[in-house]
C-alpha cells in the first residue's frame, strides 16, 4: 500500500509523496498559479501536471535522480553537470514570462534587505560580525542592472533530475519569472561550486564569475536565518555557514 511521505513542510508550503504523485500545498494561491504557468512556459522537461485544485498542485515523479544534494559528493558526472547547464541557457533564451521571480527583485528592494538583514545576523549573535562583513563586501558585485531573462529562481541542485548524462526535468517552480539569469547559475553550483565549470561548459556562453561569485555570498547570506526558522540547519558540512566561512 502506498504511504504518505511528508517531503518538505513549513508555514507557506508543503509538498507530500503518495505513490509516484508529488501533491505541492501553498498557501499562497497566486504563486501556486504561477509555478503552473512557469512550468507550461519552460522549454525544458518539468514535472507532468497531473492535476490542479486551489492551492494544490498534483506531479508526476520525474525520473533519474538528483544532481547532487548539500553537503554530499555529486553521483552525476561532468557531463550531467554541463547537461544541467545547457537546460538552464535553454531556459534563460526562452521569452520571459510577464512577473518577476525571485532572481528579478529590483536593486532598491534588494540591497536594503541585504542590509537589514546583515545586521541581524552580526545583532543576534547567529554569525561572527567579520565573517558576516567580508561576505557582504564580496556580494556587492551581485548588486547591478541586469537584462532580464526567464528564470527559476530557485534552482538548487537537488531540484535538478538527470539520467544517463540527460537532464530528465527540474521541479519546483514557485519562484520563477523574469530575474537575473547569473542568479540561477549561482544557486546551481553554490553548494558544489568545483562544478561551476562544468556548468559553464553547458552554458555555453561567457559570463562574469565575480558576479556568480557574488551571488553565492548574498544568497547565502540571505537564507540563513530563514533556514534556523524553518527547521534546517545552516550549519551542515558544505551548507550555507561553510559557504561564507571558506571565504576568511
Known sequence: MDQVSIVTAHSER????VGGTFLKIDADEARIDRE???MQLAPIPTPKLLWRKPHVLALSVLPGIALARVGQPSPASPEAWAAAGAAVRRLHDAPTPPWLGRAGRPLDELTPDLDRECDRLIADGTLPAALVTRNRELAEAALRPWSPAFTHGD??????FTDNDEVTGIIDWSEAGQGDPLYDLASL???????????????GTTVDLKVIHAWWFLRTL???RWLTT???????PGGAVDVLRAQL
Open 14 to 17: 508543503a509538498t507530500l509523496r
Open 155 to 160: 534552482l538548487h541542485v537537488a531540484h535538478v
Open 189 to 203: 553550483t553554490v553548494a558544489h561550486q568545483n562544478h561551476l565549470t562544468d556548468v559553464l561548459t553547458g552554458y
Open 222 to 224: 540571505l537564507v540563513v
Open 36 to 38: 503552473a504557468e512557469a
Open 230 to 236: 524553518h527547521g534546517h540547519n545552516p550549519h551542515t
